[in-house]
């Protein structure tokens, strides 16, 4: 068959595709941009501070710090719903921790994740004695998933986690298989339900974390913070770690 029997023998729709793609069209080609945003707006967080007894003493010793992420329901712009539950509530009550606690409260409406909290943590190192090697960050809830957010997100920072009624992505316990975590949870939670928290731990274990810790209460529903936040064995199990020394820079 001649060529232009052919064409004539082909559907009109078929030959319009190859008028619109010949054989031998040049590839297509990508230009390389870049797009840049300047971020004007300042990022804030208001926050509970509780130093030790002894910090003003010393002026040359360093302190632990914990890092407390409250739940959900603490959210907005009054910071003392901030001490309701967990450490800062301990506080109030006249615990003495050894430790400096700092608990920012979340604006409403917003994450945690959504939150310059590890800007803060870099405040607190420049403005007050911490002692960078121990530093541990705990919450509850919303907090709970602040924290294995934050861990992931900065895994070498941290010295220990313990995370309470909390979740997030297994995926992600990628970036901390050597990082000390004790986390909780109660059993019969229908708030954020026991397997967020377990499929974390599993992940964890796959990973190679020979560490991980998993307590769960078996009575306990969504408040299994106070029992937590009880136990004095969480703030003498935080304050046994610490982060290994820096590699000191290499001699040219």
Not at 33 to 39: D, G, R, S
Not at 191 to 211: D, F, I, P, Y
Not at 235 to 246: I, Q, V
Request: with cysteine; hydrophobic share 40%.
């Amino acid at each position: 068959m001649l060529r232009s029997e052919m064409h004539k023998s082909l559907p009109a729709v078929l030959l319009a595709a190859f008028a619109l793609f010949p054989s031998h069209a040049a590839r297509a080609e990508f230009t390389v941009e870049t797009f840049v945003k300047k971020v004007t707006a300042p990022e804030q967080l208001s926050y509970l501070l509780s130093l030790p007894k002894g910090y003003e003493a010393d002026a040359e010793k360093k302190w632990p710090l914990v890092v407390f992420l409250h739940g959900a329901g603490e959210r907005g712009d009054d910071v003392e719903k901030v001490a309701v539950h967990g450490p800062p509530k301990r506080v109030r009550e006249g615990a003495d921790f050894p430790f400096l606690l700092v608990a920012p409260q979340c604006p409403e409406g917003s994450w945690w994740s959504e939150e310059p909290v590890l800007e803060l943590i870099d405040h607190l190192e420049a403005t007050l004695r911490v002692d960078a090697s121990r530093i541990y960050l705990t919450g509850l809830s919303m907090g709970g998933y602040g924290t294995w957010h934050f861990a992931a997100l900065a895994p070498h920072r941290f010295a220990a986690i313990a995370p309470v009624c909390g979740g997030g992505v297994p995926y992600r316990m990628r970036a901390i298989p050597h990082l000390p975590v004790w986390a909780f949870h109660g059993a019969k939670d229908t708030v954020v339900v026991l397997e967020e928290s377990a499929r974390l731990v599993e992940a964890l274990k796959k990973r190679g974390n020979k560490t991980v810790q998993f307590t769960v209460y078996p009575e306990a529903g969504h408040d299994s913070w106070t029992e937590t936040y009880q136990n004095p064995e969480l703030y003498e199990w935080f304050l046994s770690h610490r982060l290994p020394p820096k590699d000191p820079p290499a001699k040219n």
